[in-house]
């Protein structure tokens, strides 16, 4: 691991939710905490919040739909850190409702989500780049879904396999779509220190699920503060989820 001391980390979403929880969890665990949002007063408030429990956690405004929000941020870390040790791309949405057959969702909502679900996590990962690359161990992680898996969602044996789980096809499609980035980024990077991994959080209780889910908040930020966390020793280019690897 880097010798580099203490690590930059930069959650994005991390105003609330899953991302609120990572940013809390790598604060704990000593790293140096980014925590940003496309609203500077909520992410300034959750910073606050963390720094007020002893954190080093700083607030910067980014909304990854947005270039010139990407690229003030990109300059701001660049002023103040110089590099970035790990990106944990985990701002998502999910706006299709439950209940309507693929083909009757609207073609808004596909374009809505790949907006923010894919080609977001895109312009922030390659904007970032030059930074990462500074660090001796650059930890890329994205935030994907086990709704992005095909192998589950064509198994007919798959509890994936129910029209709840096939009446969000416009989410999963951007998770799957975010899957192969992972897998294409990892492939040019396989020669350098940095590692990118997907990972499924788990069905947590957050706004999303209008607080439905399996998971507290806490088990759901845990599979991407273990794969921000990994040694160089750790995989590329995989698919997760608690340790256990998941079908692409
Ligand atoms: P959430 O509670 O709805 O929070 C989503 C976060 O993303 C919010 O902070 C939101 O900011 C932020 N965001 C959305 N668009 C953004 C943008 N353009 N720029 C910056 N931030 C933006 O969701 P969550 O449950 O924590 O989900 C976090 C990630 O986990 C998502 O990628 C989701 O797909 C994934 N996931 C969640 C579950 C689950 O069961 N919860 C399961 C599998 C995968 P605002 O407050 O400004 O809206």
């Given at each position: 691991m880097s010798k580099q001391s203490p690590r930059v980390a930069l959650i994005t979403g991390?105003?609330?939710g899953i991302g609120l929880e990572i940013a809390r969890q790598l604060a704990v665990k000593g790293l140096r905490v980014l925590?940003?949002?496309?609203d500077l007063d909520a992410v300034t408030e959750a910073a606050t919040a963390l720094r007020s429990s002893g954190l080093d956690v700083e607030p910067l405004e980014l909304d990854t739909t947005r270039a010139d929000s990407v690229n003030a941020a990109v300059k701001t870390v660049d002023d103040v850190?110089?590099?970035?040790d790990v990106l944990v791309n985990n701002a998502g949405i999910r706006i299709e409702a439950y209940g309507?057959?693929?083909?009757?969702?609207?073609l808004h909502q596909w374009r809505e989500t790949f907006e923010t679900n894919l080609f977001g996590v895109v312009e922030v990962t390659n904007a970032f780049l030059p930074l990462i690359r500074r660090s001796e161990a650059g930890r890329i992680v994205n935030v994907s879904s086990?709704?992005?898996s095909l192998g589950m969602h064509s198994?007919?044996?798959?509890?994936?396999?129910t029209p709840t789980f096939k009446s969000l096809p416009a989410y999963s499609a951007s998770k799957t779509a975010l899957n192969s980035w992972t897998v294409h980024l990892g492939y040019e990077l396989r020669d350098t220190p940095i590692k990118v991994n997907s990972v499924h959080p788990g069905y947590t209780r957050t706004d999303m699920n209008e607080g439905a889910g399996d998971l507290e908040v806490a088990e759901g930020a845990a599979t991407s503060v273990a794969m921000a966390l990994i040694g160089d020793d750790g995989p590329t280019s995989s698919y997760v989820h608690m340790g256990e690897v998941l079908p692409w």
């Open positions: 991390a105003n609330r925590l940003s949002g496309r850190h110089g590099r970035l309507r057959n693929p083909s009757e969702q609207p086990l709704l992005g198994n007919p044996k798959s509890y994936l396999y």
